[in-house]
């Protein structure tokens, strides 16, 4: 099993959908977790961190299940602007390892 | 804040060749990363640096690769020689010590011919 796994897509959604993506992670003894957007060709950008209780920032949900390992990520009201692709990221010891990336377009 | 300084932008060169790439952190992190990014491989972790100090480069592919980081202000990784299989674009992180997220630099996309 890979250490961190994502859906490809690509997701293609009309302006003002909602869309989520999930991230499961193989490493039970992970602590941290983040989201980071990546736009085409260019550097990762955090996004958000993932907290065990789940947290919101505007239009964007992320939450953390530990039983199940997995993060996920929920976008309300998508943006055109939205389109990029999605890394997460949970930690190994002192480093994160980042899934594949998930691709998202946001069509007019 | 400039963020994480890279450079060069892009870098041709032909296999055989010694390349060096160059990385400034956000001043006051004490940690840096190099990963490396392909489409077949996606993002993957060359080495880190505690405090100047190399503390896991298990992700370094071979021994052609080196990575040195001579003060905090600024780091290297060099590939001696280069192969086509290096083409790549190599992402430099930094980050606070003990803190949450990485700052990414720009990278440097390098393609050996």
């Known amino acids: 099993r890979k250490e961190v796994e994502q859906d490809p897509g690509p997701f293609n959604v009309p302006e003002g959908a909602t869309v989520a993506f999930n991230c499961t992670y193989s490493?039970?003894?992970?602590?941290?977790f983040f989201w980071y957007r990546q736009d085409c060709r260019k550097e990762p950008k955090l996004l958000m961190s993932v907290y065990s209780s789940g947290n919101e920032d505007g239009r964007f949900t992320a939450q953390l299940n530990r039983a199940s390992q997995y993060i996920s990520l929920l976008i309300r009201d998508s943006k055109l602007s939205d389109s990029a692709t999605y890394l997460c990221a949970p930690n190994y010891g002192q480093n994160f390892v980042f899934g594949p990336g998930t691709r998202l377009s946001v069509l007019p | 804040d400039a963020g994480v300084i890279q450079s060069p932008r892009h870098e041709v060169t032909e296999m055989g060749q010694e390349v060096t790439l160059r990385c400034k952190p956000i001043s006051g992190h004490n940690s840096l990363f190099w990963y490396r990014q392909t489409m077949m491989r996606g993002l993957e972790l060359l080495i880190y640096?505690?405090?100047?100090?190399?503390?896991?480069d298990s992700g370094m592919p071979e021994d052609r690769f080196s990575a040195k980081m001579p003060n905090a202000s600024f780091s290297t990784l060099k590939i001696q020689p280069s192969e086509p299989r290096d083409s790549a674009v190599y992402f430099c992180a930094s980050s606070p010590q003990g803190a949450l997220g990485y700052t990414f630099g720009s990278g440097t996309r390098l393609t050996v011919v």
């Open positions: 490493n039970s003894a992970s602590q941290s």
């Open positions: 640096f505690n405090n100047n100090v190399p503390i896991d």
